[in-house]
């Protein structure tokens, strides 16, 4: 059946294409591209390219690494996957709970083969998507996936394109949505190749990784339909339901058309085409609401924003922490606003920041807003990478359950949080370049020395055994406490589901007060009230005109009448 190369390379004087040992020239087609076609190269045909007489080098846009970001390309048929889930209609984000795991940690096995194991778990549990952090090739064996190289080609070592697919494919079956992590801000310092095919970066702009990637500069008409098409192709041949756009903050592009707005119209279409909902959700520390204004009002269209600082002030509120960013968090209020508006900056002051920050959500629904008690970040970017189970009380993680998943946002839960686990969730690298990954061990510890973190401390991301201690531990479940916690997750989403309130993205019907004296919290939204104390003495609260209790994290929590009784660290959720 044969298979025709193409690629980008528009400065190259000579382009071939390398099967094995020979070199085949490749020819011109105009507009910085290159084509050969190969009758005999078909499927799994492994090739790579060599620039003007140079050494073979990947495909840009390589669909698989099977020897890592430095070997030979291999060709797929994505056509000739066996996919079962002709009958699935997608998941629309308004309304679901979202469950972000590690493919590598997530297992044993540490595969998409492994993660489907354990999908069952995560139907019991009750949640509507698994969010995977990055599955691009990356360097080595293990790692985040945020410094991917080859944005086309699916992680060599957890099981390639057929074992993403079957995944998704597993996910749908069980009636689960699936949300990638992809990096469009940057790329990793290994294996990254595209500087010697084409403009991909330009000196126009910086970023905290170096050069930008090229959006708006010469040449940048194919960077950007690389960006797009690359979206594309994961919800397309790989049937994921959305994307989740790493940092876009980052993102710099002067263009009239910014390229996540173009991003947004081609993703639109490809909905309309394959009838069923696929959305984008954008991790930006801006408080921008321009991202997901939809473009008749000046906006990108994208669907939702990572709204990290609703974490910032349940954190602060929840641990005491104040150091870092968590300086500009802590008071009770500023909890209150977030759970009114997720944002809490908002055009204001930020003291950490030095200067106003941020602009008001107004006239945006809940539904524009991911937010969560733990992530990969909020929980790895710190020294040792500890959970909220080594932070805090299991009433205050039962208490930040009961807050996540009755917020008017799309709440995410974090691997393993749904149980209070206490493995940790550390940085992992396995850099094969012994100097670059002395670099990143010796970069960790002084950004963490910073902070006042003792060097010794802080693991070596480099050593195998700071990847296993990440590693879930399944058999946490049936321990007391952490076996009451998952209960207690369950029993918050089952609530969620059967009560309209608590998926109403409306935040004019959403109430939130505190006491800071007391430590009272009080939400309302509709008939729903939620009701915490975390002060040191017993409250007595008033009920509201709310009669019956629908969930309560202790046993002491009491409705007597119109009292609430509610000992410290607790949380009862009320309806009319």
């Not at 007489?53 to 030979?72: E, F, I, T």
């Not at 309209?500 to 009272?520: H, Q, S």
């Amino acid at each position: 059946m044969g298979h025709e190369f193409r690629v980008w390379a528009p400065a190259r004087e000579r382009v071939e294409l390398v099967l094995g040992e020979h070199r085949l020239p490749m020819r011109r087609s105009g507009d910085g591209w290159w084509e050969r076609a190969v009758e005999e190269a078909g499927p799994g045909t492994d090739y790579a390219y060599s620039l003007d007489g140079g050494p073979p080098r990947p495909d840009p846009r390589s669909p698989y690494q099977p020897y890592g970001p430095h070997g030979p390309s291999r060709v797929v048929d994505h056509a000739a996957f066996g996919w079962t889930d002709d009958r699935w209609r997608g998941t629309p984000l308004p309304g679901a709970v979202l469950y972000e795991l590690h493919v590598g940690t997530f297992s044993p096995a540490g595969t998409f083969d492994g993660v489907i194991e354990r999908l069952p778990h995560l139907v019991e549990l009750g949640v509507d998507a698994v969010e995977l952090m990055p599955v691009a090739e990356f360097s080595g064996g293990r790692g985040w996936g945020y410094d991917g190289v080859s944005l086309f080609a699916p992680h060599h070592a957890y099981g390639g394109p057929d074992g993403l697919k079957r995944l998704v494919d597993a996910c749908h079956a069980h009636g689960l949505g699936v949300v990638m992590d992809v990096v469009y801000n940057h790329l990793g310092p290994s294996g990254n190749y595209l500087p010697e095919f084409g403009p991909y970066f330009t000196g126009r702009h910086s970023t905290n990784w170096g050069d930008a990637v090229n959006f708006d500069g010469p040449g940048s008409d194919e960077v950007r339909a690389f960006v797009v098409d690359n979206a594309l192709m994961w919800l397309r041949d790989y049937h994921v339901d959305g994307l989740r756009l790493d940092a876009v903050h980052a993102i710099a592009d002067d263009s009239a058309v910014h390229v996540l707005e173009r991003l947004a119209e081609e993703v639109e279409a490809l909905a309309a085409h394959v009838r069923r909902p696929l959305f984008l959700i954008a991790e930006s520390d801006l408080n921008d609401p321009r991202f997901v204004r939809g473009r008749e009002a000046g906006g990108y269209g994208l669907d939702a924003a990572w709204a990290d600082e609703w974490h910032h002030a349940l954190h602060a509120v929840l641990t005491g922490e104040r150091s870092g960013y968590y300086s500009d968090f802590g008071p009770l209020s500023l909890l209150a606003k977030g759970l009114r508006q997720a944002w809490v900056y908002d055009g204001t002051w930020s003291p950490h920041r030095g200067r106003m920050h941020g602009r008001p959500p107004a006239g945006l629904s809940g539904h524009r807003f991911v937010v969560c008690a733990q992530n990969h970040d909020q929980v790895g970017n710190r020294a040792r990478g500890e959970r909220g189970s080594a932070l805090m009380s299991e009433g205050r993680l039962r208490i930040a359950a009961a807050l996540l998943l009755t917020a008017p946002f799309v709440p995410m839960l974090f691997q393993g949080e749904e149980w209070g686990t206490t493995t940790p969730f550390q940085y992992f690298t396995d850099h094969e370049d012994p100097e670059l990954g002395r670099a990143v061990s010796e970069g960790r510890r002084r950004e963490f020395a910073a902070f006042g973190w003792e060097p010794e401390q802080v693991p070596d991301p480099q050593d195998p055994a700071t990847f296993e201690r990440s590693r879930l531990d399944w058999s946490e479940r049936d321990k007391e406490v952490q076996g009451r916690l998952l209960d207690w997750h369950r029993e918050l989403i089952a609530l969620r589901r059967r009560v309209p309130a608590l998926t109403d993205g409306r935040l004019d019907r959403v109430r939130a007060d505190c006491d800071e004296d007391t430590g009272l919290l009080v939400v309302e939204r509709g008939p729903v009230l939620v009701a915490v104390n975390l002060g040191a003495e017993t409250l007595t609260v008033p009920s509201r005109g709310r009669g019956r209790v629908l969930a309560a994290s202790d046993p002491e929590v009491a409705l007597s009448g119109t009292d609430l009784t509610l000992p410290p660290d607790t949380v009862a959720i009320l309806e009319d």
